[in-house]
Structure formats: structure tokens, C-alpha cells
């Protein structure tokens, strides 16, 4: 009897020893999550820059798109016409050649 309790002792203690030497899967696990973490906040945060800058772009590409005031194209003033004689967006966009967005867009703007 005793030597069976003296041997599940030293069993233990080896047992106890050897898991202070053995690498923890957890930590490992934990520490890649919190690389992929890390990385994916980097990249978040470098597409909201990204889009930022797109953004800032594009506001300056439309304010040199934009017609002045006063100063209409042909094709503007053909549109501003038609849609003053009744014509819905449907019917001038066929007479014009145009997208029935882009009317809409266009008469929109104005």
C-alpha cells in the first residue's frame, strides 16, 4: 500500500515537473490572435485613410466638373428645356442619348 502511494507521488511530482517544461498551446494560441488582430486593425485603419484620400479626390474632380454659373452647354440647356416643357426623365434621356440616371443626376444638380 504504501508503495503504491509513494509511487503515485513521485508519478505526480514527474508529471508536475514536466508540465512547467512543456510549451503552452494557449499562450501560443492567444499570442496569433493577437497578431491577427493587430493586423487587421493596421489594415482597417489604412483603407479608411485610403477612402479618405479618394473621397478628397473626388470632391475636387466635381468642382471642376460643375459648370460654372451662368455658362450652360448645349446639351444642358436642351435638357433644362425639355424637362421646362413637361417632359419626364424617361423621354429626355431618349431624345438626348443619355442614361435616365444622368438626366435625373444632371437636372438634380440644377
Do not use: W
Amino acid at each position: 500500500m504504501i508503495i503504491a502511494i509513494i509511487s503515485i507521488i513521485s508519478v505526480a511530482i514527474v508529471l508536475l515537473i514536466a508540465s512547467y517544461f512543456m510549451t503552452d498551446k494557449f499562450k501560443q494560441l492567444e499570442d496569433q490572435l493577437e497578431q491577427v488582430s493587430i493586423s487587421s486593425l493596421q489594415e482597417t485603419y489604412q483603407l479608411k485613410r485610403k477612402i479618405k484620400v479618394l473621397e478628397e479626390e473626388l470632391l475636387v474632380d466635381e468642382s471642376f466638373v460643375q459648370p460654372t454659373e451662368g455658362y450652360d452647354t448645349p446639351l444642358l440647356r436642351e435638357i433644362k428645356e425639355l424637362h421646362r416643357l413637361g417632359y419626364d426623365t424617361k423621354s429626355i434621356a431618349q431624345q438626348v442619348n443619355l442614361d435616365e440616371y444622368e438626366v435625373t443626376s444632371i437636372l438634380n444638380q440644377f
